[in-house]
Nanobody, 118 residues
Framework: QVQLVESGGGLVQPGGSLRLSCAAS????????MGWYRQAPGKERELVAA???????NYADSVKGRFTISRDNAKNTVYLQMNSLKPEDTALYYC????????????WGQGTQVTVSS
């Protein structure tokens, strides 16, 4: 059974940084697309960043140049480095694991809260 456990969220001032981690267990991690999504109150869940098994990445326009996704296949862990945080980045951040072919498998973590406020 696949489990995704996020950590690293918290309260940070505007302009600050946080690093989220997501540890996967029970999966063939190195063959999966890993992603970070977020959901703010009253809004739909949106893709923040994703990384393929080969290391290709894509980002939401709103975070390009500020956030960096990376993966460590030896540790079955995916990271999201978030710099220059803004109040509008406040949301519950979820880790996602899916197969390269969409719709085959799709797993979610429980989420970690990021709050950007002075």
């Amino acid at each position: 059974q696949v489990q995704l456990v996020e950590s690293g969220g918290g309260l940070v001032q505007p302009g600050g940084s946080l690093r989220l981690s997501c540890a996967a267990s029970g999966s063939i991690f190195r063959f999966r697309v890993m992603g970070w999504y977020r959901q703010a109150p009253g809004k739909e869940r949106e893709l923040v960043a994703a990384i393929t098994p080969g290391g290709s990445t894509n980002y939401a326009d709103s975070v390009k140049g500020r956030f960096t996704i990376s993966r460590d296949n030896a540790k079955n862990t995916v990271y999201l480095q978030m710099n220059s945080l803004k109040p509008e980045d406040t949301a519950l951040y979820y880790c996602n694991e899916r197969a390269v072919v969409p719709g085959v498998v799709n797993y979610w973590g429980q989420g970690t809260q990021v709050t950007v406020s002075s």
